[in-house]
């Protein structure tokens, strides 16, 4: 696979050269977008108040949800938040570790 090269101008006297993985760089734009990656793996204890568990990006389990737009009982992230547990819900657990 390919890597991404990321360049980005913080000041005038900084020059900030990241090489990124294309699951990073993916996850970056992603984020940019208002997106959210999560781990493809659901938290063992979910009671639905607690923070969601985010990609590893060394793992190769992710969850990758789009932007939306918030509505007046619910924020754009807790809708993120809401179709990720639901997704959760009907996947199976996968018992993977990546190899060292």
């Known amino acids: 696979m390919g890597h991404c ?6 000041s005038p006297q900084l020059l900030l050269i990241t090489i990124m993985s294309p699951c990073s760089a993916g996850t970056c734009i992603l984020n940019e977008a208002g997106g959210f990656m999560y781990s493809a793996q659901p938290p063992e204890q979910d009671d639905g108040k607690q923070a969601l568990p985010t990609a ?13 737009s918030g509505t007046q009982g619910e924020t754009a992230r807790q809708a993120q938040d809401r179709v990720a547990r639901e997704i959760w819900r009907r996947v199976e657990v996968m018992d993977y570790k990546r190899p060292t």
Do not use: N
């Not at 992710?62 to 939306?68: D, M, T």
């Open 5 to 10: 090269v990321s360049v980005a101008f913080r």
């Open 56 to 68: 590893d990006l060394g793992g190769r389990l992710y969850l990758a949800i789009r932007p939306c």
